[in-house]
């Protein structure tokens, strides 16, 4: 049996879930998602807790068990309190400006890079730092790609360590050309 899959998801107060056929519709205080659940698995309303089911024990349902209970979690929590990825930009010259569904970035390309934001997720910047952008939102699958995206537009270098890395990323650093300068 799964660990993760057999764990009951707790239902907070002003949370509601709704489940009709392989639907599941979750609704709170920051935004409703919805999510249609694989037939290998079931999804049952105790209480106030969420339980998931596999049908059978074949491979594809124990895959599938722990999957479901964790997208389930991951609405809940993501209707009540939202997701947050923060990403820094390092460099001399990069930065960025956030103007409604638009983020402009200049990371040392030729040209600015607009970039739209999708629907649900909005961008932010840090008051204090301007160089941290704060990607929120209630899909946590969406807030991470978002992020993934921006920093995928100039990853951070090894040598120098420029870039866009997440806030609090280990950036393994090498050394340069130090070898060459010391045998002439």
């Given at each position: 049996m799964s660990r993760i899959g057999r764990k009951p998801?707790?239902?907070?107060?002003?949370?509601?879930?709704?489940?009709?056929?392989?639907?599941i519709k979750v609704k709170g205080p920051k935004g409703e998602l919805s999510y249609a659940h694989l037939p290998e698995v079931s999804v049952k309303i105790e209480e106030d807790k969420a339980i998931v089911d596999r049908i059978n024990d074949k491979s594809e349902a124990r895959a599938r068990h722990g999957l479901t209970r964790q997208i389930v979690a991951n609405m809940i929590q993501g209707v009540s309190e939202g997701y947050e990825k923060q990403l820094e930009i390092i460099g001399v010259g990069y930065k960025a400006q956030a103007k409604g569904k638009v983020l402009t970035l200049n990371l040392g390309h030729s040209h600015p890079i607009d970039y739209s934001v999708p629907e649900g997720i909005e961008i932010t910047q840090d008051e204090k730092n301007k160089n941290i952008l704060i990607?929120?939102?209630?899909?946590?699958q969406l807030v991470g790609q978002v992020a993934a995206d921006i920093r995928d537009f100039r990853k951070p270098e090894p040598y120098k360590g420029k870039g866009v890395r997440y806030?609090?990323?280990?950036?393994?650093?090498?050394?340069?050309?130090?070898?060459?300068?010391?045998s002439a």
């Open positions: 998801v707790a239902i907070p107060s002003g949370v509601t879930v709704e489940i009709s056929g392989n639907m990607v929120k939102g209630i899909d946590k806030v609090g990323e280990q950036v393994r650093r090498k050394v340069g050309k130090a070898a060459a300068k010391a």
